[in-house]
């Protein structure tokens, strides 16, 4: 954790530097000569490429930690239960748990089956432990950086109908003994349901019977990586045919707050107009979303004070910042071109992500035998929707 904090101050100064070097070679025009802009770029290089080891040393840290937590649970007396309302039964079982990643395994036997009736799915599938389902929340949570700003929930059947208020009552001045004026608010519903997301996971025999290779730390990690993946791509620009209702999307996704003059460009007073579109009491846990390649273009911006907006965190699990707001990337944020929107900002927790409860894993035995492997096939299903627009604001660029 010191090369981390020791990395994140190096970051600082070297971007103090930057801006300092920036200061003192604009010219009266307010640009950069080529070879002044070649130098700043370069700084300004090196600071991305602290950003990027700092993230992996975190990850880093966050693995091993992981693997250092004990394989084993220590044997030590316990009080047994006279009524065993303790003992968890059904997928939270331990019997369920270890017949489940026997089964994975391929270890057929008819107490396995047995014991696994309880999960059994229609499809032939089987809904994960619940010990395991967490683990596998907890991953995704790692991988997409949707599932730590929105509103998670889990249901269990059928659509989630979710009341909003769509306009809202007035007081009046009145009269005395005057007849006081009706004003009611006015509610709509929003629905979400559940799509489907699948992906396939083969695994070579040698490697499943190997009692050392950890299968279901492979199994989480491959399935957060790809859900995770499609997931946020899916809660960015998805159109809600066929997966959920994406933050970008025309219909149903955030306001746009701000029309950038350009169709390359985005300036101070834009980024201002859209921190300022958004109402007050949802900037107070507002965040700032967009691509590394619109952070490189808004880093120069200073504010009318003469600070820079952008701004490096030096604290450990500190973001950085743009006018104290914090500020994440994404790769499937567009990048600044004619007609994209390049920066959203807003409250996320307005963006509800549906969990339909229970995933399912299928083994495929035959699928690939020839080519002595073992597939996994992993389901989930899930929908996500901005329930109140209001919530998120766009900057989009000047269309060509």
């Given at each position: 954790m010191s090369k981390i904090l020791e990395l994140r101050e190096k970051r600082a100064k070297a971007w103090e530097a930057a801006k300092a070097f920036l200061d003192s070679k604009r010219g009266s025009d307010g640009l950069l000569s080529p070879e002044d802009t070649a130098t700043y770029e370069k700084m300004e290089a090196d600071v991305i490429a602290l950003g990027k080891e700092i993230e992996r040393l975190e990850r880093q840290a966050a693995i091993d930690l992981e693997l250092s937590k004990p394989l084993n649970v220590p044997i030590t007396d316990k009080p047994t239960s006279i009524s065993g309302n303790n003992e968890k039964t059904g997928r939270a079982s331990d019997e369920y748990r270890q017949s489940f990643w026997n089964m994975m395994r391929?270890?057929?036997?008819?107490?396995?089956?047995?014991?696994?009736?309880?999960?059994?799915?229609?499809?032939?599938?089987?809904?994960?432990?619940?010990?395991?389902?967490?683990?596998?929340?907890?991953?995704?949570?790692?991988?997409?950086?949707?599932?730590?700003?929105?509103?998670?929930?889990?249901?269990?059947?059928?659509?989630?109908?979710?009341?909003?208020v769509a306009s809202k009552g007035t007081a009046s001045w009145v009269d005395e003994e005057g007849q006081i004026p009706e004003s009611d608010d006015s509610f709509a519903q929003v629905s979400i349901g559940a799509y489907k997301l699948a992906t396939m996971i083969k695994v070579s025999e040698e490697l499943l019977n190997d009692s050392?290779?950890?299968?279901?730390?492979?199994?989480?990690?491959?399935?957060?990586?790809?859900?995770?993946?499609?997931?946020?791509?899916?809660?960015?620009?998805?159109?809600?045919?066929?997966?959920?209702?994406?933050?970008?999307?025309?219909?149903?996704?955030?306001?746009?707050?701000?029309?950038?003059?350009?169709?390359?460009?985005?300036?101070?007073?834009?980024?201002?107009?859209?921190?300022?579109?958004?109402?007050?009491?949802?900037?107070?846990?507002?965040?700032?979303?967009?691509?590394?390649?619109?952070?490189?273009?808004?880093?120069?911006?200073?504010?009318?004070?003469?600070?820079?907006?952008?701004?490096?965190?030096?604290?450990?699990?500190?973001?950085?910042?743009?006018?104290?707001?914090?500020?994440?990337?994404?790769?499937?944020?567009?990048?600044?071109?004619?007609?994209?929107?390049?920066?959203?900002?807003?409250?996320?927790?307005?963006?509800?992500?549906?969990?339909?409860?229970?995933?399912?894993?299928?083994?495929?035995?035959?699928?690939?035998?020839?080519t002595g492997q073992v597939g996994f096939m992993a389901t989930q299903r899930v929908d996500g929707k901005l329930v109140l627009a209001e919530a998120v604001k766009i900057l989009q660029q000047k269309s060509a």
């Open positions: 391929g270890r057929r036997k008819y107490d396995v089956h047995n014991a696994l009736q309880v999960g059994e799915d229609t499809e032939g599938g089987y809904l994960v432990p619940d010990e395991f389902e967490r683990t596998l929340v907890e991953a995704l949570e790692e991988e997409n950086i949707f599932r730590q700003i929105a509103n998670v929930i889990t249901t269990s059947s059928g659509d989630k109908k979710i009341p909003v050392v290779f950890n299968l279901e730390q492979y199994i989480a990690k491959e399935f957060a990586r790809r859900i995770g993946a499609k997931e946020e791509e899916a809660f960015f620009i998805g159109d809600g045919s066929g997966k959920p209702t994406g933050i970008l999307a025309d219909n149903g996704g955030g306001e746009v707050g701000v029309t950038a003059a350009s169709a390359t460009a985005i300036t101070l007073d834009e980024i201002m107009d859209l921190f300022y579109s958004l109402k007050s009491p949802y900037r107070r846990n507002a965040v700032f979303i967009m691509n590394d390649s619109t952070i490189k273009a808004i880093r120069k911006l200073k504010d009318n004070n003469g600070q820079y907006l952008w701004q490096p965190s030096v604290t450990a699990g500190t973001p950085d910042t743009i006018l104290n707001r914090p500020v994440k990337t994404s790769a499937f944020m567009p990048t600044i071109a004619a007609g994209a929107k390049t920066i959203v900002f807003g409250d996320f927790s307005y963006y509800w992500v549906a969990d339909r409860q229970g995933r399912v894993f299928k083994r495929l035995n035959e699928l690939y035998a020839a």
